[in-house]
């Protein structure tokens, strides 16, 4: 469960950072409304991963996938332009988060 909880509060989380360009630095409600309400989902599943998953791993793993569905966001809905070095440094983030997963002693799995 605590991976199920994990991807519920990534995907909270990149709902509301996506939210907050359209948010328009809080002047519209309703996005505004949908980035408060997907913080707070995110750090609440975030703290029941935090039950059995290390801080630091979670963390990690949160992060490195948040950065990519980000961007990919931005990409696709905003027109964000990547370059190469952007790709191999996603690119670089996603092995990262894989060598966590797969090969730290860190993971309970």
Request: cysteine-free; hydrophobic content about 60%.
């Given at each position: 469960?605590s991976y199920?909880?994990l991807l519920i509060?990534?995907?909270?989380e990149?709902v509301?950072t996506?939210a907050?360009k ?6 519209r409600?309703?996005?505004s409304?949908l980035?408060?309400a997907?913080y707070?989902?995110a750090f609440?599943?975030?703290?029941l991963t ?16 948040g950065?990519v569905?980000?961007t990919?966001i931005a990409?696709i809905?905003?027109?964000q ?6 790709m191999v ?7 990262g988060v ?8 860190s993971?309970a799995?």
């Amino acid at each position: 469960m605590s991976y199920l909880y994990l991807l519920i509060a990534i995907t909270a989380e990149v709902v509301a950072t996506s939210a907050l360009k359209s948010a328009e630095g809080f002047t519209r409600l309703g996005p505004s409304l949908l980035v408060a309400a997907g913080y707070g989902i995110a750090f609440f599943f975030l703290s029941l991963t935090l039950r059995v998953l290390p801080v630091g791993i979670a963390y990690a793993i949160w992060s490195g996938v948040g950065i990519v569905m980000v961007t990919g966001i931005a990409w696709i809905y905003y027109g964000q332009h990547l370059d190469m070095p952007a790709m191999v440094g996603l690119g670089l983030i996603i092995a990262g988060v894989l060598v966590i997963n797969l090969l730290s002693r860190s993971v309970a799995h």
